[in-house]
């Protein structure tokens, strides 16, 4: 399923702590890890570009990925080491085409901390323009991380996007064995108790029926049984995170809409605040050719 994950780091705590979980990916894939490392010639400081101040920059880089690449050794997973020059999230991302990647995993944030992956971040970046999926770590001293999942949640709106997560769910969930859990959430703040909220609740409790019978189907057709099957009623970050940990879950598999997505959700999107507060690792698939739906917020 993986043959070739790109690993970006630039050698801060929390990229050297996601770089564990990449290696688990890797090795479980037998995978080649591609450890990238970007001297940004964006910093506002760097007025040479190609001259002594990019050079430090490059040499800071080698580090970082020998180190990296040392670490994979132990773990006799195969490395391929890169250092460029350029915007970090642009290499990133070309890179990834390039060298026909299968899945990029990161963590949120490096040195310029968490705040930042929702104003700009590197990672925000990549995730909204990147071809191939994106998995992404938020490394914890206090939870220890699965991998091969064991468990992956699938929180689905029936959108395009969420489709395309569940189809890499499928896929993963087939080849390493996890058991597959489907969660649609009722969103019920906007619900009054009225007659016609009431009808509203039928009709978006038939609606959810609907779209998870459609992702079991999808499932079944490819092998994967059985599979877990949830409609939650509240704001859909929060049920989501309950589900995750009511149920050990081990990844979380959510869809992205299209490019703006993430500066969209910065305002309260699904996506995003599960990326932000997620406990255990999320795989990203974001919407690409059609147009995504302006109403439609996020999976879930």
Same mark, same amino acid.
């Given at each position: 399923?993986?043959?070739?994950?790109?690993?970006?780091?630039?050698?801060?705590?929390?990229?050297?702590?996601?770089?564990?979980?990449?290696?688990?990916?890797?090795?479980?894939?037998?995978?080649?890890?591609?450890?990238?490392?970007?001297?940004?010639?964006?910093?506002?400081?760097?007025?040479?570009?190609?001259?002594?101040?990019?050079?430090?920059?490059?040499?800071?880089?080698?580090?970082?990925?020998?180190?990296?690449?040392?670490?994979?050794?132990?773990?006799?997973?195969?490395?391929?080491?890169?250092?460029?020059?350029?915007?970090?999230?642009?290499?990133?991302?070309?890179?990834?085409? &390039? #060298? =026909? %990647?299968? +899945?990029?995993?990161?963590?949120?944030? /490096?040195?310029?901390?968490? $705040? *930042?992956?929702? !104003? @700009?971040?590197?990672?925000?970046?990549?995730?909204?323009?990147?071809?191939?999926?994106?998995?992404?770590?938020?490394?914890?001293?206090?939870?220890?991380?699965?991998?091969?999942?064991?468990?992956?949640?699938?929180?689905?709106?029936?959108?395009?996007?969420?489709?395309?997560?569940?189809?890499?769910?499928?896929?993963?969930?087939?080849?390493?064995?996890?058991?597959?859990?489907?969660?649609?959430?009722?969103?019920?703040?906007?619900?009054?108790?009225?007659?016609?909220?009431?009808?509203?609740?039928?009709?978006?409790?038939?609606?959810?029926?609907?779209?998870?019978?459609?992702?079991?189907?999808?499932?079944?057709?490819?092998?994967?049984?059985?599979?877990?099957?949830?409609?939650?009623?509240?704001?859909?970050?929060?049920?989501?995170?309950?589900?995750?940990? &009511? #149920? =050990? %879950?081990? +990844?979380?598999?959510?869809?992205?809409? /299209?490019?703006?997505?993430? $500066? *969209?959700?910065? !305002? @309260?999107?699904?996506?995003?605040?599960?990326?932000?507060?997620?406990?255990?690792?999320?795989?990203?698939?974001?919407?690409?050719?059609?147009?995504?739906?302006?109403?439609?917020?996020?999976?879930?």
């Amino acid at each position: 399923m993986y043959s070739r994950i790109l690993f970006p780091t630039d050698g801060s705590d929390t990229a050297t702590a996601a770089l564990e979980y990449a290696l688990d990916v890797a090795a479980a894939h037998d995978a080649t890890l591609h450890v990238l490392n970007v001297a940004d010639t964006n910093q506002d400081s760097l007025t040479r570009i190609g001259g002594r101040v990019v050079d430090v920059l490059e040499g800071e880089g080698r580090k970082v990925v020998d180190a990296a690449t040392d670490r994979a050794a132990e773990r006799g997973v195969e490395t391929v080491a890169t250092v460029l020059q350029g915007d970090p999230e642009l290499t990133i991302v070309d890179y990834a085409d &390039e #060298h =026909d %990647v299968d +899945l990029i995993c990161m963590p949120t944030h /490096g040195r310029t901390g968490l $705040s *930042r992956v929702l !104003l @700009g971040s590197v990672t925000e970046r990549v995730v909204t323009t990147a071809t191939v999926p994106v998995m992404v770590v938020t490394p914890d001293d206090d939870v220890e991380f699965v991998y091969p999942p064991r468990r992956i949640l699938v929180p689905t709106d029936g959108s395009r996007a969420a489709g395309l997560a569940l189809a890499s769910a499928i896929d993963l969930a087939r080849e390493v064995g996890a058991g597959l859990h489907l969660l649609h959430v009722v969103e019920t703040a906007s619900l009054g108790f009225d007659v016609r909220s009431v009808v509203a609740s039928d009709d978006l409790d038939a609606r959810a029926e609907s779209i998870l019978s459609e992702a079991v189907a999808a499932a079944d057709e490819a092998g994967v049984e059985p599979t877990v099957r949830s409609v939650a009623y509240g704001r859909p970050y929060r049920e989501i995170r309950s589900y995750v940990a &009511e #149920h =050990d %879950v081990d +990844l979380v598999a959510i869809g992205s809409h /299209g490019e703006t997505d993430f $500066s *969209r959700s910065v !305002l @309260g999107g699904v996506t995003t605040k599960i990326v932000r507060s997620s406990a255990v690792p999320v795989l990203l698939r974001r919407e690409t050719g059609a147009v995504a739906d302006e109403g439609s917020e996020t999976s879930g």
